[in-house]
């Protein structure tokens, strides 16, 4: 069972503490992708996984054994880098298959494991070039078969997209969705990049400065933030933000009036998607009138920015519906779409 756990780990240098009490359940298949900003710990999370970091604290279990003190070659994993980390005086078949041989495997051996390998990622026809021959996205699916051919119980991946343009982004990304489902094995993928963590996770890790903010599928992070980090971070275009007072049960700022959630006091921020910000050209019921700051065309949508009353926000309405700088309308916020939290805590509020 190639299960990961992580249980109370703590991560320091010097006297700064980068991660902080971590604790983590990994399932064995599952793909895991840890996201969040630069600087919030999940590259130097998965570097303690990998045996590249020391753990400060709390125990590193994989497949049920701890393994905090042991080598990153005694722990069943293989990573698979942002730089790639090619040997560029080595051809492609040498790059592969180098690790298997400096562990002494048998060469006939070798051969089986390499040619389901580059099968499956397209490999065959470069073999025998060097890596300067290669475009980018080739040499990232050479250090991907070269951690493939070691049957590892556990892959990481550490941003092994982000020096990629983005058509050839996406082509790898399907490619290691493909792979995960075709090899079963345990993933662990770190990315700031959060389309990458939506389309590849079975549940997505979202950290910040050294915790965890949010567990979740992609689904139940996006649709119900639990924080206003996440809400924030999670979504593009961003979510929308506005403040409230409450007063006698209800949001309030003089233009705006809606009811507050059950036992909410204090500031309250209000959240809404884009998406689901409700463009009308006429006033209808519960409607508030807004003014348009600016209309940028995305192709099948457009990003409309509106001012309404002293809130700025942003809706994504249908391309066909082409709107003038300081036109006037009318926007509903549907109250199913709305998401509280409280402004000081910064905690889901329903």
């Known amino acids: ?45 998965l570097r303690m996984v990998a045996g590249l970091e020391d753990i400060t604290g709390g125990d590193l279990l994989i497949g049920g054994a701890r393994i905090n003190d042991r080598d990153p070659g005694d722990r069943g994993i293989a990573m698979v880098f942002q730089n790639y980390a090619l040997y560029p005086h080595m ?19 070798i051969e089986r494991r390499l040619a389901p390998v580059v099968d499956t990622l397209g490999l065959a026809i470069y073999l025998n070039r060097k890596p300067v021959e290669l475009s980018g996205g080739q040499q990232q699916r050479v250090a991907i078969a070269r951690a493939m051919i070691k ?21 790898l990304r399907v490619e290691i969705a493909r792979l995960h489902k ?13 389309l990458e963590a939506m389309t590849l996770a079975d549940r997505i890790v979202l950290m910040n400065q050294g915790r965890i903010e949010q567990i979740g599928t992609p689904e139940e992070i996006y649709s119900r933030p639990a924080t206003l980090f996440a809400a924030g971070f999670i979504g593009t275009p961003n979510m ?6 409450v007063e006698e049960g209800a949001l309030r700022d003089g233009l705006i ?9 204090g500031q309250v921020t209000l959240g809404i998607r884009p998406g689901s910000v409700e463009v009308l050209p006429e006033a209808a019921e519960d409607t508030l009138r807004a003014r348009v700051e600016r209309d940028e065309f995305h192709g099948e949508t457009r990003l409309v920015s509106l001012q309404c009353g002293t809130h700025s926000l942003m809706a994504s309405v249908p391309a066909h519906m082409a709107l003038r700088e300081g036109q006037e309308l009318h926007i509903r916020l549907p109250e199913e779409k709305l998401h509280h939290f409280d402004t000081k805590t910064g905690q889901r509020l329903d």
């Open 182 to 194: 075709a090899l079963k094995s345990t993933s662990i993928y770190v990315t700031h990049d959060q």
């Open 1 to 45: 069972m190639a299960t990961v756990e992580c249980r109370n780990i703590r991560k320091c240098y010097g006297d700064v503490e980068v991660i902080r009490d971590f604790n983590l359940s990994i399932q064995d298949h599952e793909f895991v992708v840890f996201l969040g900003p630069s600087g919030c710990g999940k590259s130097t999370l």
């Open 91 to 109: 051809t492609v078949r040498q790059n592969i298959t180098f690790g298997l041989e400096r562990a002494g495997t048998d060469k006939a051996e």
């Open 151 to 171: 049957t590892p119980e556990v892959f990481l991946f550490d941003e092994p997209l982000s020096n990629l343009d983005a058509k050839l982004r996406g082509h």
């Open 257 to 265: 009036h809606l009811p507050a959630p059950a036992g909410a006091q």
């Open 240 to 245: 929308n933000f506005m403040q409230f007072e």
